[in-house]
């Protein structure tokens, strides 16, 4: 192994582990809190692994069951499909909305909602690439394929117009861990 996602709280929460300790406080100034935004070395030399530690700010909007994206009320109710007897799609209407309350599902108004929201996205990377120190030059983002396009149906709609706003936002690079990527 090379790399792995670890959770915002483990390098924050009180003293640094042993495999935290020489990383954060070089880069920290001893035992001060530790950034989200920037990697840590698991281990000495070539056999090191790369801690990246997940993005709370993205990973909220994102995966958040009340405040993401995927529980908009416009987007395709996944526990509604089909029911009752035949193709009928619902939205998810809002939050705490019974099943048998929710709306009919608009997959025009639900595609302009992906839209918007991987707009407010992008911007939201930028925000947080520009109060970045300069030691940290990192926003993990990673999320579970299955939410796209299973659980959220818009979920690709979203990626795709994520992928395409960051060209406005030149200060937020997207890369991939593998070998020759800095901090992977």
């Known amino acids: 192994y090379r790399y792995t996602v670890i959770d915002s ?69 996944f526990h509604k499909i089909r029911w009752p007897g035949g193709l009928k799609l619902w939205e998810v209407t809002g939050a705490g ?15 302009a909602l992906a839209g918007e929201h991987a707009r407010h996205f992008a911007g939201l990377l930028d925000g947080i690439a520009r109060r970045a120190t300069p030691a940290e030059t990192l926003i993990v983002a990673p999320f579970d394929s299955e939410l796209f396009g299973h659980w959220w149906f818009e979920g690709p709609d979203f990626l795709a117009d994520t992928y395409r706003s960051l060209r406005a936002h030149p200060g937020v690079q997207i890369t991939e861990c593998r070998r020759g990527t800095p901090a992977c």
């Not at 406080?25 to 070395?41: E, K, M, P, Q, T």
């Not at 909305?97 to 595609?111: E, F, I």
Request: no cysteine.
């Open 9 to 77: 709280h483990l390098p924050s929460a009180g003293r640094p582990l042993e495999a935290y300790r020489a990383g954060a406080a070089a880069a920290v100034g001893g035992d001060a809190l530790r950034s989200a935004y920037r990697d840590y070395a698991i281990g000495h030399g070539v056999d090191a692994v790369r801690a990246l530690v997940r993005d709370p700010a993205s990973t909220r909007h994102v995966w958040s069951r009340d405040e993401g994206y995927p529980g908009a009320f416009r987007y395709l109710e």
């Open 97 to 111: 909305v019974s099943l048998g309350d929710k709306r009919s599902y608009d997959a025009g108004a639900a595609r």
